[in-house]
């Protein structure tokens, strides 16, 4: 039999009179006991542990191991999670993109990331694959908005099921969990073991330096990355394929528009500033780029814009640099050449469903202060965000404007005009903007402003 004991360091010691390999999940690692000689072949993951008189490895390594492995166990301990037959009480007949992309998550063994555009359908891919896999589940998601979204929607497909949640003030977990990236990532080296699926919701978000560790610390076999812009600018999406896999599948909107999505144009504004408003922009860029000049920055670099605050609180030209940085963006935010020019929009176009998307929750204010419309931002309560939606959807508010609150995967009713007042410009905030914006019934036309 095989015995353990807690040494000073909290780790467990395999006691010598064990007899036979056994392999079990130890705080985000694999520990394969009873070893006197790594069987051929493990090397690559494997490394010899002192402190517990055992060979380690990395939990996410399970998938290669556990089969050139199998042969020399006595026991497998490390998986806790169970197959699980999931029917789905929801009658879905999904798109011809949805089943194009479930097959080649399936052809890759059930690794992968699929890119769909914000509105063609990631989450009812997601709803495919838990009923595929047949295992335990973890749906990883980056606000309380989507997991919100996910817990009705498991709900709907699986009532005989208890929706685990963790995130939010909950800690429940159970076969079928929804989490928050930020609370996973503090619980997951206790539940690694636990779930055999991992759906990475907004996927794009795992690489960071802190949520990486989910992927890690798990020994999921099986793992679905969804997202619209998988691409980051820190070059880290390049690590999709250790910690989830590569890209399996990918659609832009373009090829959409007409079906999943309405048909859209797209007509830029250009702005001017007022004479008085390009003074103060002006000065206030030399006034920044002078400090960058003599630091060396460029806000351009992966770690460019990290110095910059690091800098800025260490001297009091950092801090007029930085104070600069925001009047610049801030004129540029929310001039009013643009308010006027939303005012125009709205005149022109009295019955339209518009949403407004703006870069920070100020001008979002302003603008909902000054046309007397519904405001989202992060500070919005849940229950009120709801019934602004609910209201959009109805039609009893024609118009809302919101501050990236959309941006990320949350159902946004059909809407007709989307006005981007002001942005970070990336190719990401756009897309999921254009996306929030176009996910719309079959043959219905829509603008994005």
């Keep these: 039999m095989t015995h353990h004991t807690k040494d000073t360091a909290g780790f467990y010691r395999l006691d010598r009179d064990s007899t036979g390999q056994q392999l079990r999940f130890d705080r985000g690692t694999l520990l394969l006991e009873g070893a006197t000689e790594l069987p051929a072949g493990l090397e690559t993951w494997f490394c ?9 490895a990395p939990a996410h390594c399970y998938n290669d191991i556990i089969g050139p492995l199998k042969a020399e166990l006595a026991r497998n301990k490390a998986p806790r999670y169970q197959r699980r037959e999931l029917i789905c009480a929801l009658e879905m007949t999904p798109y011809p993109h949805q089943q194009e992309a479930l097959a080649a998550w399936q052809a ?51 009532p005989d099921n208890d929706i685990g949640l963790i995130g939010g003030g909950y800690h429940e977990p159970q076969p079928l969990t929804i989490a928050t990236y930020d609370s996973a990532a503090r619980h997951i080296e206790r539940l690694g073991d636990r779930f055999g699926l991992l759906i990475f919701d907004e996927a794009h978000h795992l690489p960071s330096e802190f ?97 910059f605050v690091m800098l800025s609180a260490r001297s009091v030209e950092g801090r007029r640099a930085m104070r600069a940085h925001r009047d610049a963006r801030r004129i540029a935010h929310a001039t009013p050449a643009k ?20 870069e920070d929750n100020a001008t979002a204010y302003e603008v909902s202060q000054r046309f007397l419309i519904p405001c989202l931002t992060h500070q919005t309560a849940i229950k009120e965000r709801q019934a602004i939606l609910d209201r959009f959807k109805a039609s009893t508010y024609t118009a809302i404007v919101t ?47």
């Design 339 to 358: 308010l006027r020019v939303l005012g125009l929009i709205f005149a022109n176009h009295p019955t339209a469903k518009t949403v407004i998307f703006t």
């Design 108 to 158: 890759a063994k059930g690794r992968g990331v699929i890119v769909l555009p914000t509105g063609a359908g990631k989450t009812l891919v997601g709803l495919l694959a838990l009923c595929w896999a047949r295992r335990d589940g973890l749906i990883l998601v980056p606000t309380l908005d989507l997991m919100q979204q996910w817990y009705a929607l498991l709900r709907a497909a699986f």
């Design 48 to 56: 010899y542990d002192p402190r517990v008189d055992a060979y380690r």
């Design 211 to 307: 949520y990486r560790i989910i992927a890690e610390f798990s020994l999921a076999p099986y793992r679905l990355g969804l997202t619209a812009t998988p691409e980051r600018s820190d070059g880290r999406d390049a690590d999709f394929p250790a910690l989830i896999g590569p890209v399996v599948y990918r659609k832009r909107p373009e090829q959409l528009a007409g079906g999943v999505l309405a048909e859209f144009q797209v007509r830029p504004i250009h702005v001017d500033l007022s004479p008085t408003e390009r003074a103060a922009y002006q000065h206030a860029l030399d006034e920044r780029n002078a400090f960058l000049q003599a630091h060396k920055l460029s806000l351009g670099s992966l770690d460019g814009w990290n110095r």
């Design 403 to 449: 501050s990236n609150v959309l941006n990320e995967g949350v159902d946004v009713p059909d809407a007709s005009i989307g006005v981007i007042l002001s942005g970070s410009a990336s190719a990401r905030e756009f897309v999921q903007r254009l996306g929030a914006d176009s996910a719309a019934r079959r043959g219905q036309a829509g603008g994005a402003v």
